[in-house]
């Protein structure tokens, strides 16, 4: 019973289809890490860990700003890591770390962020306003944001 479940999962987790997939690297550019990152459609998955696995599960229309960073050791093994901004509570900053075309991904990613933004009809301004007090963002960025938009 348990090994039919178990199959399931791999099956549906198989399903999946993803735009985007690729590990962490480390010396020399290789994947030598249990960090894995996964772009579907509507979501960006980062997967961490070897024995202890933790899946953060970020969506699209939620990411605010993305930046594209790359240090020299980077370049020299054609590297970047994203460093993203989100309108999420439990996740307000991350990294996709050392991937492999970062740039081509950060525009790829960037795109795919407005795609959803307008299929949900989600402006930053609404992620900004649904802001308490205390989190990332106060009334006063929504105003100015709200206002630079008009």
């Given at each position: 019973?348990?090994?039919?479940?178990?199959?399931?999962?791999?099956?549906?987790?198989?399903?999946?289809?993803?735009?985007?997939?690729?590990?962490?690297?480390i010396f020399f550019g290789l994947p030598w890490t249990?960090?894995?990152?996964?772009?579907?459609?509507?979501?960006?998955?980062?997967?961490?860990?070897?024995?202890?696995?933790?899946?953060?599960?970020?969506?699209?229309?939620?990411i605010l700003d993305l930046t594209l960073r790359r240090?020299?050791?980077?370049?020299?093994?054609?590297?970047?890591?994203?460093?993203?901004?989100?309108?999420?509570?439990?996740?307000?900053?991350?990294?996709?770390?050392?991937?492999?075309?970062?740039?081509?991904?950060?525009?790829?990613?960037?795109?795919?962020?407005?795609?959803?933004?307008?299929?949900?009809?989600v402006g930053v301004r609404e992620l900004m306003q649904?802001?308490?007090?205390?989190?990332?963002?106060?009334?006063?960025?929504?105003?100015?944001?709200?206002?630079?938009?008009?």
């Open positions: 019973m348990q090994a039919k479940r178990k199959t399931q999962q791999t099956n549906e987790m198989n399903e999946t289809q993803y735009v985007w997939r690729d590990r962490k690297r249990f960090t894995r990152y996964c772009l579907t459609g509507e979501k960006l998955l980062i997967d961490t860990g070897f024995l202890s696995r933790c899946e953060e599960e970020v969506w699209l229309y939620r240090s020299l050791w980077e370049r020299i093994f054609h590297l970047g890591t994203i460093h993203c901004c989100a309108g999420d509570q439990s996740q307000p900053e991350f990294d996709i770390k050392h991937v492999k075309h970062a740039k081509a991904v950060k525009e790829m990613l960037s795109d795919m962020v407005e795609r959803e933004r307008m299929e949900r009809r649904g802001a308490e007090e205390g989190d990332m963002f106060s009334q006063d960025d929504a105003a100015a944001v709200h206002m630079d938009e008009e």
